[in-house]
């Protein structure tokens, strides 16, 4: 079976600040890692994935995520936020064909 | 490319009634999957569709049930909606890959809209 567990329900940061979402999963094998963004009344877009290449995944709009096995992690940063980021953002795992299984997902809020 | 479309946008039902939610896929994808994301919560897997039949399925009974067109497009039925049936209803598309007839994984899902039904 595989879980997803975002920390942190709703996260506040600064304009221009450093965002960092938390992600840990389990697995039973290696998995496939994703990073979903959702505005408001819309679908999800994808930021960025981890298909075990490299450990740090660069994805749209400046933000990246570090696969780390050892802390089964794969948290998603951004150096400075925009206003633009404020949305819904969900870590999700899946092994192989299989469906996603999402986290619950994290409010990111922008204060200006 | 219009991406991966929904239809209706919204909806309202009454408790034991039936609805159908239809997604048209990303085009050159093969394979639909559903996904239930009720408020505040994030989107749980119903069940995935590839060459029109039922691959894999997620933890939601059989009154949830669908279709797969041999255009790609899909459809999702509900029967006897209940009140916490109440959700954006998601649709993704995606390519299967596989090897010597085995399916091991799949290229990017692109995700639709999504249908917001509400039971009253």
């Known amino acids: 079976a595989q879980s997803v567990t975002q920390l942190g329900s709703h996260v506040s940061v600064s304009e221009g600040a450093l965002v960092l979402l938390r992600c840990n999963y389990s697995s039973s094998v290696p998995p496939y890692l994703f990073w979903y963004v959702q505005y408001p009344n819309q679908g999800l877009q994808l930021l960025l994935k981890?298909?075990?290449?490299?450990?740090l995944v660069k994805g749209i709009n400046g933000f990246e995520a570090e696969f780390k096995k050892s802390e089964t992690s794969f948290h998603l940063t951004k150096p400075s936020a925009h206003m633009s980021d404020a949305a819904e953002y969900f870590c999700?795992?899946?092994?192989?064909?299989?469906?996603?299984?999402f986290g619950k997902g994290t409010h990111l809020i922008i204060q200006p | 490319d219009a991406g991966v479309t929904q239809s209706p946008t919204h909806l309202i039902k009454t408790r034991g009634q039936q609805v159908t939610l239809r997604c048209s896929p990303k085009?050159?994808?093969?394979?639909v999957s559903w996904y239930q994301q009720a408020l505040g919560q994030g989107p749980q897997f119903i069940f995935q569709y590839y060459e029109e039949e039922e691959r894999q399925r997620g933890n939601f009974p059989d009154r949830f049930s669908g279709h797969q067109f041999p255009n790609y497009s899909s459809e999702l039925n509900v029967n006897a909606l209940l009140l916490g049936d109440s959700a954006l209803y998601l649709c993704?598309?995606?390519?299967?890959?596989?090897?010597?007839?085995?399916?091991?994984?799949?290229?990017?899902?692109?995700f639709g809209p999504g249908t917001r039904l509400t039971v009253l």
């Open positions: 993704a598309s995606s390519t299967l890959l596989g090897t010597s007839g085995i399916l091991i994984s799949y290229n990017e899902q692109f």
């Open positions: 085009s050159g994808h093969d394979t």
């Open positions: 981890y298909t075990s290449a490299a450990t």
């Open positions: 999700a795992v899946r092994r192989g064909a299989d469906g996603l299984t």
